[in-house]
């Protein structure tokens, strides 16, 4: 599978972790800017912050957050199934993985539900009341905005993962013909990467959007 711009396997393999992680690098940048505009509305609108965040459900995000985790190892195993050239068990990886992800989706799918059905899709119709234990005066202008970076944070993470998932099916079909060898797998470790970063920002969601706005607010 050598391309004839390269000189040997070994280049081309780190042309392409090069491109990946130049790849990651933009899309790190990308989410950083989501990131940053979350922390700034949270620093201005604690408290509306804080009514939202305990409207979500704790325990299907921290179900989503095992999964993923479990995903990842699944993840590396089919990268470990392609250098050693196991290619049923590499297939086997690679489907649990495809499985877990979409377990995912469905999760995310059940709590946009639930905020659609409880007017918490920001817009026309929207109205949020605090039914926590913090009982706060909320402004609907600010609970928005919570809400606005809920649904565009996890949207585009989501939106991640579909495409993840789509590349998983090709890996899928590219092993069932049997197309990767212990000399040539680049494609399993670089959507490997992909998968592991997709994996990493959730980590990072997590807290941000379900645990650390259940601190109590200050007044």
């Given at each position: 599978m050598l391309q004839h711009h390269f000189d040997d396997m070994e280049q081309q393999r780190e042309a392409a972790f090069l491109g990946m992680w130049v790849f990651l690098?933009?899309?790190?940048m990308f989410f950083g800017g989501?990131?940053?505009?979350?922390?700034?509305?949270?620093?201005?609108y604690h408290n509306a912050f804080v009514a939202g965040s305990t409207s979500l459900d704790l325990?299907?995000?921290?179900?989503?957050?095992?999964?993923?985790?479990a995903s990842s190892l699944t993840m590396a195993m089919a990268v470990w199934c392609s250098e050693v050239g196991r290619r049923r068990w590499l297939v086997i990886f690679l489907v649990?993985?495809?499985?877990?992800?979409?377990?995912?989706?469905?999760?995310?799918?059940?709590?946009?539900?639930?905020?659609?059905?409880?007017?918490?899709?920001p817009g026309h119709g929207f109205h949020f009341v605090d039914e926590s234990d913090h009982h706060l005066r909320v402004d609907q202008g600010q609970a928005q905005i919570f809400f606005?970076?809920?649904?565009?944070?996890?949207?585009?993470?989501?939106?991640?993962?579909?495409?993840?998932?789509?590349?998983?099916t090709a890996l899928i079909i590219m092993a069932l013909r049997g197309m990767f060898t212990p000399e040539w797998h680049t494609p399993v470790e670089n959507i490997g990467l992909y998968w592991h970063f997709v994996d990493i920002v959730w980590i990072f969601l997590f807290p941000l959007l379900y645990l650390i706005n259940r601190i109590p607010a200050h007044h």
């Amino acid at each position: 599978m050598l391309q004839h711009h390269f000189d040997d396997m070994e280049q081309q393999r780190e042309a392409a972790f090069l491109g990946m992680w130049v790849f990651l690098i933009t899309e790190i940048m990308f989410f950083g800017g989501l990131f940053m505009a979350y922390m700034v509305y949270r620093y201005l609108y604690h408290n509306a912050f804080v009514a939202g965040s305990t409207s979500l459900d704790l325990r299907l995000g921290a179900f989503n957050t095992v999964v993923l985790i479990a995903s990842s190892l699944t993840m590396a195993m089919a990268v470990w199934c392609s250098e050693v050239g196991r290619r049923r068990w590499l297939v086997i990886f690679l489907v649990l993985t495809l499985i877990l992800g979409f377990v995912f989706l469905g999760v995310k799918v059940v709590e946009y539900h639930d905020k659609y059905v409880h007017h918490h899709i920001p817009g026309h119709g929207f109205h949020f009341v605090d039914e926590s234990d913090h009982h706060l005066r909320v402004d609907q202008g600010q609970a928005q905005i919570f809400f606005s970076l809920y649904f565009a944070m996890t949207g585009m993470h989501a939106l991640h993962m579909i495409i993840g998932a789509g590349l998983l099916t090709a890996l899928i079909i590219m092993a069932l013909r049997g197309m990767f060898t212990p000399e040539w797998h680049t494609p399993v470790e670089n959507i490997g990467l992909y998968w592991h970063f997709v994996d990493i920002v959730w980590i990072f969601l997590f807290p941000l959007l379900y645990l650390i706005n259940r601190i109590p607010a200050h007044h």
